[in-house]
């Protein structure tokens, strides 16, 4: 009885394993500064291409840069939001302070495709990651197959003005049949924690919300093939949480991404990016250059046989906002009677 229920367990488990053994990994980052050489981990990685990112330079056989792309909404800080079509515009959404746009509207995805589309495929990206494909559902008034059609015309556009372009939809269930031969992949944001932008906190997930998400997902990846991607939000604080969340996903069979709320953070996923960093704050003042100091006598070489890099910082300067558990192992505190100095680090 026990040898049968043993293989009955491991002829469910293995199809969900070799799903997943057949997935990329994927790691979503909209900061400044991405740190690439840590990305390098995942297969597919989603910047934000307005902070300057070099897709040629980074791409290598086993990582790839894709480019994030609001198709839905705009928002003001984008270089060519003032002139978009007056005929393309919606709705407002204020919980993000960004505009809706009409999908409908054959003006706007010329205009997608020319000044959007166009430049980043000239830079180098190959791949691009399409998001807020659902946001006309947010307006008062909207025909909900007009925007659908012109999702899916963008699309078949996007194919035949870029050959081999690669997509991944966020979202945009209702018109996967019809495309599913032009997609890499489904996200969906928010499938066991997530982020209430109103009220600007975390939040879980209820469980009808889930479940419904879930089958969607299910439906996507059972019927049609197409692997799905979760990305939930958790205080990058919280590293058990998010760790947590991401074992939860995978389990499912699904992509696991668990980042912060503005994705600027080095979250986690199919795969966790051990830091190797160690923030060492010393005073500046102690000595003449770095290698003088007794923090970088004492601590460098046992720090660098452990395997780790010293990153020093000067309490005298502004320390970086980010000194956080996805990109530091540790913090060193070398003040050597500097107390009035280290006002910065209390605060």
Request: aromatic share 10%; glycine share 6%; hydrophobic share 45%.
């Amino acid at each position: 009885m026990k040898r049968t229920l043993l293989l009955l367990l491991l002829l469910c488990l293995c199809p969900l394993s070799a799903a997943l053994a057949d997935t990329p990994t994927v790691a979503l980052f909209y900061g400044p500064n991405a740190p690439l050489d840590e990305l390098k981990a995942f297969d597919i990685v989603v910047v934000d291409p307005d902070h300057g990112d070099d897709p040629v330079r980074y791409r290598k056989s086993y990582s790839e840069l894709y480019a994030y792309v609001g198709v839905g909404e705009a928002h003001p800080s984008r270089t060519w939001f003032k002139d978009i079509p007056g005929t393309a515009r919606l709705a407002d959404n204020r919980d993000w302070g960004s505009l809706i746009l009409d999908l409908s509207q054959p003006v706007w995805s010329e205009f997608l495709l020319d000044r959007v589309f166009a430049p980043l495929w000239q830079k180098g990206y190959r791949g691009f990651f399409l998001d807020t494909l659902d946001s006309y559902r947010l307006a008062r008034q909207f025909d909900e197959d007009a925007q659908q059609a012109g999702l899916v015309a963008l699309i078949e556009r996007l194919h035949q003005r870029f050959p081999g372009i690669q997509l991944i939809l966020n979202r945009g269930f209702d018109i996967v049949p019809r495309v599913k031969d032009k997609i890499r992949m489904v996200a969906a944001e928010s499938l066991f924690q997530g982020w209430d932008a109103s009220r600007k906190r975390y939040v879980a997930v209820k469980a009808e919300d889930r479940e419904w998400l879930l089958g969607e997902l299910r439906k996507i990846r059972d019927l049609h093939g197409i692997p799905v991607l979760a990305i939930d939000y958790v205080s990058p604080q919280n590293r058990v949480r998010m760790r947590e969340t991401a074992a939860q996903i995978q389990a499912l069979g699904v992509i696991p991404w668990v980042t912060d709320a503005a994705l600027s953070t080095l979250g986690l996923g199919g795969r966790e990016v051990v830091p190797r960093r160690i923030a060492v704050l010393y005073d500046a003042r102690e000595a003449p250059a770095l290698n003088y100091t007794t923090a970088h006598r004492f601590l460098e070489m046992p720090i660098n046989h452990l395997g780790y890099i010293a990153e020093y910082l000067d309490v005298g300067q502004a320390l970086p906002p980010d000194i956080l558990p996805d990109k530091y192992a540790g913090i060193v505190f070398w003040l050597t009677g500097a107390a009035p100095r280290a006002k910065a680090v209390n605060e």
